[in-house]
């Protein structure tokens, strides 16, 4: 079993940047394949970034890519988030998620197994 918990959100002024974290429990961290999703008032669940076991393999939704980078720490149990020239509508509560199969990097959320509670990040104009 996998528990997550996220932190590093807030309030940012548009171009600015914010650096996500997620603590991972268990003892099988890092055989799982891990992402963030995102979720703005009155949208469905969006997928942001999704990384491998190793961090070797990384894959960004549109919206985001050349701007946010995922990686994760397999030592010290977390995946990041960072998020770079950040724009208004990138607001959202931002939810760290694992998945045990990671031959693949999904964009479904019915794809993954566990999700952290959320963080909320917010971007002003």
């Known amino acids: 079993q996998v528990q997550l918990v996220e932190s590093g959100g807030g309030l940012v002024q548009a171009g600015g940047s914010l650096r996500l974290s997620c603590a991972a429990s268990?003892?099988?961290?890092?055989?799982?394949?891990m992402g963030w999703f995102r979720q703005a008032p009155g949208k469905e669940r969006e997928f942001v970034a999704g990384?491998?076991?190793?961090?070797?393999?990384?894959y960004y939704g549109d919206s985001v890519k050349g701007r946010f980078t995922i990686s994760r720490d397999n030592t010290k149990k977390t995946v990041y988030l960072q998020m770079n020239s950040l724009k208004p509508e990138d607001t959202a509560v931002y939810y760290c998620?694992?998945?045990?199969?990671?031959?693949?990097?999904?964009?479904?959320?019915?794809?993954?197994?566990?999700w952290g509670q959320g963080t909320r990040v917010t971007v002003s104009s």
């Open positions: 998620t694992a998945r045990r199969d990671d031959t693949t990097i999904p964009i479904s959320t019915d794809a993954y197994d566990h």
């Open positions: 268990g003892r099988t961290f890092s055989l799982y394949g």
């Open positions: 990384i491998n076991w190793s961090g070797g393999n990384t």
